[in-house]
Structures are given as structure tokens and as C-alpha cells.
T-cell receptor, first 115, second 115 residues
Framework: DSGVTQTPKHLITATGQRVTLRCSPR?????VYWYQQSLDQGLQFLIQ???????AKGNILERFSAQQFPDLHSELNLSSLELGDSALYFC??????????????FGPGTRLTVL | DAKTTQPTSMDCAEGRAANLPCNHS???????VYWYRQIHSQGPQYIIH???NNETNEMASLIITEDRKSSTLILPHATLRDTAVYYC????????????????FGSGTQLTVLP
């Protein structure tokens, strides 16, 4: 158990809909990362937040957005869903600290199926 | 982050040591070598990381060559539960609090532990 929790575990929805994925980082971790894993793309970085502020963006679609709240949990919002958005979505968190100590720990993921 | 090259797949007999190689010939002086593994559709699990010295923890050992252009992850007594995709990632770690960067995953090595 990494200490990172994600809800829900599974989500089935229809094209055009909007969903929200939730992540709670490990206690004390200020950084949260979102990754997408689809069959043909592998694990891809989407976005990073640090203490409520966006820090880095990867291959995140404009239909997707995220935020990190004052209690440090994060939500990933996916809208106008398409079939190709079906994937596993992972959240990771890392501690603050000095160089070499920012190891990322991953949650169990949310499996999104768009029908 | 420097690119890594790993074999696509490897087999190992249960109870034997599993040695997973990784080439990172373009690694720079401030980049660490990280190893993660992913057991089928679960969240990636952190294993170990190092800069230039060999490292050991309860899960594995990491051997980094003197020129740092390659490394080997060693699982000393592989079990069936070690069957997973193993990712070698080279990454600059944070130089100041909050500057941590995302992980870039390649295709990894599918390790199959055989009974």
C-alpha cells in the first residue's frame, strides 16, 4: 500500500459525458501527478500540482483539467468524453525535501471505460 | 531526461536471482536512475533509485557502472509475485522544494518468473 488513494476504482460512462477522478496523496506530500495509461500509449504524464499550484503539463487534452485543493487532494476532470479516453488513470504523490528524495508513489488507479 | 534502453522481455526461474539490465548512455551528472515495476494494471510500484553508488533495500539491489552509462536491477530471489513490467527511468531530481519533475516511462522489461 503506497498511501495514495484514488476513487473510484472503476468508472463506466458514455461518450460526451463528464467525469471527475479523485486522488488523495500520502500524508504530508505536497506534489500530485496525474498519468494516463492506455493500451497503445503506455504511461503518459498529464499534469502536476504542487501545494495547490499547477507546476507542469504534459500531453493533457484541453478537455481535461485538474486542480489541487487546500487539503492537498486533487481532482482530474475529463469532459466531452470520447472512446479513446478509455484508460487507466493514475495519481502519484511525492514528498518535498532535498535533492534525491522526491520519489513518486502511485495510487491503485481508476479504470475509465467510455462506451 | 536521458533515454533508457531495456530488453523487451526476460524469464527467470523462481528462487533464482533476476538481473534486469538498463542502458542509459546519455545520462548526465545530475540524473538519478529509478526503477519501478507494474504488476498487471496495478499502479507502478517504486523499487529503488541511485545516483552513482550501488544501492540495496528490502526489495532489490541496484548496481550502477562506474561510468554510469548502464545499470542492473537485481531481485535476489525471484518469486512468482515478481512477474511484472520493470521500468528503468533516468531523471533529474528536484534541486529545490517543489521543483520535482514527472517520470517518463518507456516500454520497460516484462519479467516472467517461471515455477
Amino acid at each position: 500500500d503506497s498511501g495514495v488513494t484514488q476513487t473510484p476504482k472503476h468508472l463506466i460512462t458514455a461518450t460526451g459525458q463528464r467525469v471527475t477522478l479523485r486522488c488523495s496523496p500520502r500524508s504530508g506530500d505536497l506534489s500530485v501527478y496525474w498519468y494516463q495509461q492506455s493500451l497503445d500509449q503506455g504511461l503518459q504524464f498529464l499534469i502536476q500540482y504542487y501545494n495547490g499550484e499547477e507546476r507542469a503539463k504534459g500531453n493533457i487534452l484541453e478537455r481535461f483539467s485538474a486542480q489541487q485543493f487546500p487539503d492537498l487532494h486533487s481532482e482530474l476532470n475529463l469532459s466531452s468524453l470520447e472512446l479513446g479516453d478509455s484508460a487507466l488513470y493514475f495519481c502519484a504523490s511525492s514528498p518535498t525535501g532535498t535533492r534525491g528524495t522526491d520519489t513518486q508513489y502511485f495510487g491503485p488507479g481508476t479504470r475509465l471505460t467510455v462506451l | 531526461d536521458a533515454k533508457t534502453t531495456q530488453p523487451t522481455s526476460m524469464d527467470c526461474a523462481e528462487g533464482r536471482a533476476a538481473n534486469l539490465p538498463c542502458n542509459h548512455s546519455t545520462i548526465s551528472g545530475n540524473e538519478y536512475v529509478y526503477w519501478y515495476r507494474q504488476i498487471h494494471s496495478q499502479g507502478p510500484q517504486y523499487i529503488i533509485h541511485g545516483l552513482k553508488n550501488n544501492e540495496t533495500n528490502e526489495m532489490a539491489s541496484l548496481i550502477i557502472t562506474e561510468d554510469r552509462k548502464s545499470s542492473t536491477l537485481i531481485l535476489p530471489h525471484a518469486t512468482l509475485r515478481d512477474t511484472a513490467v520493470y521500468y528503468c527511468i533516468v531523471r533529474v531530481t528536484q534541486t529545490q522544494t517543489g521543483s520535482a519533475r514527472q517520470l517518463t516511462f518507456g516500454s520497460g522489461t516484462q519479467l516472467t518468473v517461471l515455477p
